[in-house]
């Protein structure tokens, strides 16, 4: 009877170990996981950031070939030599563009209607 018991405890021992490892191996893979996850996430913030900037250097190009140097859209694309780019798609990214100018007068406008009213 004594024997029983003591394999009985011995049994329960391991299978308390064995899902101790298998807990321990299931949260080193969860944390790599999470690892991998942050850094695709932090690496398309990154993309996002890099193409709205470029966007906003196109912007403001394509304004300055259409409001300071008076062409039309068309003659703006012609100078741009991109077949890719669109007349469509030459209006987004002007309409896009931020400047100093436009976020100072946007960050006062935030700062205006989070006053309290009175």
Do not use: F, P
Request: with cysteine; hydrophobic share 40%; proline share 0%.
């Amino acid at each position: 009877m004594v024997q029983k018991q003591a394999r009985r405890q011995e049994a329960r021992l391991r299978a308390r170990q064995a899902r101790a490892k298998v807990r321990e191996e299931q949260s080193e893979k969860e944390w790599r996981l999470s690892r991998w996850g942050a850094a695709v996430v932090a690496a398309l913030a990154e993309r996002d950031a890099a193409v709205a900037e470029c966007e906003q250097q196109a912007g403001r190009a394509l304004r300055s070939l259409i409001v300071e140097g008076g062409l039309k859209t068309q003659e703006a694309l012609a100078w741009c030599g991109d077949e890719t780019l669109t007349g469509r798609e030459v209006h987004r990214l002007i309409r896009g563009v931020v400047d100093a100018a436009d976020r100072d007068h946007l960050n006062q406008g935030e700062h205006r209607g989070s006053g309290d009213a009175g």
